[in-house]
């Protein structure tokens, strides 16, 4: 370790390891269920917490690998999980910071540290001693008097050891670390690349005038937005991580609206700082050689055995399937803009930038409502409180509690505690809802602390979303979206506040990538339930309910637009797997990157230009993150949620009966069983593709 405590600062790390009391991460936390002492934590603790909880874990475990006792499951299956918890907690801290609260300091750690992190799990995975007792274990496994989560996690640990290379041989290894510990290095450079360039690529407006169509709350924020970045009396439209962006289905000026679509596509791709196509290329070479040096043809076959969905052949069908009726469904929606386009003597094509504009026109002219009506009724904390805590309560009996005394890392942030029907309490939900230029884009669960049935922690989570926050003195009024994103993000919360397992390496969340956002899917549901909607839609200025008539407008719209919304995500698909299932020789250099993605959408007949990708390879984080190879979980999911909705509606829908039954057979297992097998202990059956292409109005063409 003397290396990592050099590169992170010897002279601070020891200082302050000489002062645990002047660094918080040193010792557990203090507050209510362990919660982060955010307030004390500053950016100069994080290097000498690493470096010390990265030499306390790698003494843990070499203490349990030179073990003269002969390997029993105690004193090395539990002694592994309950090692390494400084470095747990610093991880745990510091991925929550630079992920919604960065700064320059951070992201320079962060790029110091993963190759570093990387190295350390190899020293761990690839540890020879290590493995040999978790091989006797598992070997003997049979015997040993195992219960069923005991002898899973077993299970785990030896697929976890293997698939991290354990039984390669020596020089095999050294190849290996090397692998990891550049392919650490690019994953990082490619997420702070796509994040600073979302700022970079903001789009600067002169005239209030070419903002016609937009709110005045909007564009306040627009021009509050160019008064923080140097251009005061100008107007700033920042980008979200997704191609689509917000302002388009409202802008009026074409122009300007054209500008926009074309800043976004373009994020990564035109030269400069934040170019990432040699990033690009070299990650997915170098996972082809990692997968081909673990005995898998691609990177894509080594990720899809660790998933429910099992193959490539499987996902590629599921893709296949999705495609055709999604295309036909996105053209006849195309040919109703254009009509109105036409019809307006407009002069030109539909292209994408002109698509959600002229989607909320049709929108108008056949429901006679615009999004815009519905705000008023989606206040956020109403949202919160009486519609996601309200189902829950329904559904689950448990209630919430708001904890003023504790606080999260901005003073934005609600934090509550969660109770169970008899009053027991079940743990922490932090909120963070608002977007900030340092918070990484999208929508997601953290698990700050992670149930824990061997120590007895209870759960910390918390939801992190991107809605605008609204000039001073004004309401936070949601989109009919980001309502389902709320609903949609407390489903992993559930999923993490009801995880009731002994090993936390199953806790919570801790189930293969397609099966984590089914959960979070179903969840879904209950924002458009008659009980629920008419308990939290309501005007947040005189309390009135949202009007029947509106309310059968919108729910008549359920699959409008699916054609467009299942196409963008099959292509998004398509390139994923498209990078991942390459041979190291067949991936292209830089300059190819977009001749690429563009053969590979046409191949999978997607390259349907007013409907582009959700995201283009140059700044498709989850691809080049946590879920290569796995965006196709997002589908997989859903057809396993649509099941389970169907289910549930079946059997009487929002009773305590289906959501103690969810909870018990699902909810609380995290992984520890087999995923299809807490599939279908709740439903009874196998999952069908059919309710999902009727929800999403594919097993038609649109009309």
């Known amino acids: ?96 910071l630079s992920g919604a609260l960065t700064n320059p300091t951070l992201q320079k750690l962060e790029a110091e540290l993963s190759p570093q992190l990387a190295a350390h799990s190899d020293a761990v995975r690839l540890n020879p001693k290590l493995f040999a007792r978790v091989q006797t274990l598992y070997d003997a496994r049979d015997t040993l008097g195992l219960d069923a989560e005991s002898k899973r996690v077993l299970w785990r640990y030896y697929k976890d050891f293997v698939r991290a290379g354990a039984k390669l041989s020596e020089t095999d290894k050294t190849k290996l670390k090397a692998l990891n510990a550049e392919l650490a290095v690019l994953s990082t450079r490619f997420s702070q690349s796509v994040l600073k360039e979302v700022g970079a690529s903001a789009v600067l407006v002169d005239t209030r005038e070419e903002l016609a169509g937009l709110t005045d709350g909007q564009i306040a924020a627009m021009a509050a937005a160019a008064k923080a970045a140097g251009h005061e009396g100008k107007f700033l439209i920042r980008l979200q991580n997704t191609t689509g962006q917000p302002p388009l289905d409202a802008l009026t000026n074409r122009a300007l609206r054209q500008r926009i679509m074309e800043a976004s596509l373009a994020r990564g791709s035109h030269g400069g700082e934040f170019d990432t196509r040699e990033t690009v290329t070299r990650i997915a070479r170098l996972r082809a050689e990692r997968a081909n040096l673990l005995g898998y043809p691609t990177h894509a076959a080594f990720q899809l055995e660790e998933q429910t969905a099992g193959s490539v052949d499987v996902v590629n069908k599921l893709l296949a399937q999705l495609a055709p009726p999604a295309v036909a469904n996105a053209r006849q929606e195309a040919a109703a803009m254009q009509r109105i386009i036409d019809a307006e003597k407009g002069g030109f094509q539909l292209a994408a930038w002109d698509w959600d504009f002229y989607a909320e026109k049709v929108r108008k002219e056949r429901y006679a409502f615009d999004e815009s009506q519905l705000k ?25 509690k708001e904890r003023t005394d504790l606080q999260g890392y ?29 918070k990484r884009g999208g929508a997601w669960m953290n698990a700050y602390v992670s149930q824990n049935g061997l120590t007895g922690d209870k759960p910390v989570v918390a939801n992190h979303l991107n809605i605008p926050k609204p000039p001073a003195g004004e309401p936070t009024l949601l989109t009919w979206d980001e309502v389902k994103t709320a609903f949609h993000e407390f489903g992993h919360a559930l999923h993490g506040i009801f995880s009731n397992v002994k090993y936390p390496r199953f806790a919570g969340t801790a189930v293969p990538r397609d099966f984590v956002e089914y959960p979070s899917q179903v969840n879904e549901m209950w924002r458009v339930w008659p009980e629920i909607l008419a ?38 698909n398509v390139i994923d797997q498209a990078w991942h299932q390459l041979k190291p020789g067949e991936v292209p250099g830089p300059d190819g990157v977009l001749a690429f993605e563009t053969a590979a959408l046409r191949k999978a007949g997607v390259d349907f230009a007013p409907v582009p990708p959700r995201y283009r390879t140059t700044y498709f984080s989850h691809s080049m993150g946590g879920y290569s190879a796995g965006y196709y979980s997002y589908f997989w999911s859903e057809v396993l949620d649509a099941d389970t909705v169907a289910w549930i509606k079946a059997h009487g829908g929002l009773t305590r009966a289906n959501g103690d039954r969810f909870r018990s ?36 063409p649109a009309k």
């Open 1 to 96: 370790m003397t290396t990592v405590l050099a590169s992170l600062g010897l002279a601070a790390a020891l200082t302050l390891q000489a002062q645990p009391d002047a660094n918080p991460l040193l010792t557990p936390s203090t507050l209510p269920y362990h919660l982060p002492p955010f307030e004390q934590i500053k950016d100069e603790h994080f290097a000498p917490a690493f470096a010390q909880g990265m030499a306390e874990d790698l003494k843990e475990h070499e203490a349990i690998a030179n073990n003269p006792a002969a390997p029993t499951f105690a004193n090395t299956i539990v002694a592994m999980e309950l090692s390494g918890q400084l470095l747990d907690r610093t991880g745990t801290a510091f991925a929550i």
């Open 376 to 400: 008023p009724y989606f206040e956020l904390r109403r949202v919160l409180v009486d519609g996601v805590f309200y189902a829950a309560t329904k559904l689950y009996g448990i209630t919430f």
């Open 410 to 438: 901005t003073p934005d942030m609600m934090v509550f505690e969660v109770f169970n029907e008899d009053g027991s309490p079940l743990g922490l939900f932090l909120g963070d809802y608002y977007a900030r230029p340092n």
């Open 535 to 572: 308990h939290y839609a309501k005007h947040y200025q005189t309390g009135t309910p949202l009007p029947q008539a509106l309310l059968d407008k919108v729910l008549a719209t359920t699959k409008f637009n699916q054609g467009f919304a299942t196409t963008e995500l099959v292509a998004a």
């Open 665 to 700: 057979t699902l909810l609380s297992r995290g992984g520890s069983d087999d995923a299809m097998n807490l599939f279908r202990n709740f439903t009874g059956g196998e999952p069908d593709i059919k309710p999902l292409l009727e929800r999403r109005g594919l097993e038609t």
